[in-house]
């Protein structure tokens, strides 16, 4: 299979986030799977949706950036790392995120990335969404790590449920754009935790990975569950939070 | 009272975010109040955190953000313009942060914002966080527009709760640095509405706005509802999404 590893961390090599990723993809391509990664940092990747992606406007007067993504993609006019990383994503069968925890999300630069490379009428919109988004046929996960240990991120703990947390990506993004999403993989205060266990999350980030084929996909409602009127159909009850916990 | 916006729209001055900003400012310096905006496409704002941030650095070896960010905060080493931004966010009373909604977020532009400006030590770590988080003693606000219809952000709707989208950054961002979080203001799919809506937007923005001192906050958990084992405390029930709608 092919993985495309979506990387972000400000000490793109030396973190223990940079150990995890090398980790992962050298148990893949032990197993003789293809991997590929943008390393965000590394890259100098610009994560400010602007303007400047489009050389020339459909709409000159006011940007729009949306139009204007759906507009430069017909003309084949992309700015080249918006294509480059388009290339990447359509290439993969499985496409990890993986990245520190900052604020209960992702930090700007790959937040960035989505907001340039998950372009309109390509990945979303024109009818492009959940089973039917742009991206579909494919699988994709969240490796993240966090400074808080594991039971502040249960439900009834101090942060609120770390599926809570994750809910925009996995449901909003991911989802949204059309892949499958597996159960996060989450690296709980690695920097508060002895060796055993941040070694140990070496080894079971690897196993995650290579089972990522066979893993069962967290449960979101597909377009199919909603009416015209864009509402949950008669007797389909909104799916609660916590339900990718084993 | 002193209203600090943070602002991020692509398209600074002309688009219709432009336009609520401009409203809601003119609402409240008509009555007097006193506004600062930190408009940040027009600053051309970095929010990619990372080494460049800290010229000398603690720990050289390996990048620890968050650990640097203390570092540089005790020996008065933040960069500029972090510092000049803490200062506005220290002089508000209410903290407004407008952005369009882009992909169940904001913009990275503004992540990155609260990714650097967000200051380990200063506005929270060392036991800062929720009622006791480093800017504890103001209100903050999000103002967004979505490009959907409202029923879609309804409890049962295509995209979920609004309530749920925004979660991230009312409970892990506003209400953990301290502020008491007011309900949001949304302009639904303004580029879809009567000019009729639109416009009604723009003036019920600045009524939300000078109604900030009074309105009722939303309810989160405040560390005193949870035990010395982070957990909530037996009878305290997990707060559900979706209670701050009408």
Not at 25 to 39: F, I, K, M, P
Not at 127 to 146: F, H, I, Q
Not at 198 to 216: D, H, K, N, P
Not at 238 to 243: E, K, L, T
Request: net charge negative.
């Amino acid at each position: 299979m092919k993985y495309f590893f979506l990387f972000a961390h400000p000490e793109p090599e030396l973190s223990y986030q940079a150990a995890l990723l090398a980790s992962g993809c050298a148990a893949l391509e032990q197993a003789g799977h293809e991997v590929q990664v943008s390393n965000l940092y590394k890259m100098g990747f610009n994560p400010v949706a602007s303007g400047a992606d489009f050389p020339t406007r459909r709409f000159p007067d006011r940007l729009q950036y949306d139009r204007e993504q759906k507009g430069a993609a017909a003309a084949d006019q992309l700015a080249d790392d918006v294509k480059a990383e388009l290339a990447k994503v359509f290439w993969c069968d499985v496409f990890v995120m993986q990245f520190p925890l900052y604020w209960y999300s992702m930090p700007a630069i790959m937040k960035g990335w989505i907001d340039r490379v998950f372009v309109n009428s390509i990945v979303y919109g024109a009818g492009k969404r959940y089973e039917s988004g742009g991206l579909k046929g494919r699988r994709a996960m969240v490796c993240t790590s966090t400074g808080a240990y594991e039971p502040m991120f249960r439900p009834d703990g101090l942060l609120g449920d770390m599926d809570r947390a994750l809910w925009p990506i996995h449901n909003g993004i991911l989802f949204y754009a059309g892949f499958q999403v597996l159960p996060p993989f989450v690296a709980w205060s690695p920097t508060h935790s002895d060796a055993a266990t941040t070694e140990g999350y070496l080894s079971t980030y690897g196993e995650r990975l290579l089972a990522a084929g066979e893993t069962t996909p967290m449960a979101f409602h597909p377009t199919t569950d909603f009416g015209s009127d864009f509402r949950l159909k008669e007797g389909i009850a909104p799916r609660s939070a916590g339900h990718w916990r084993p």
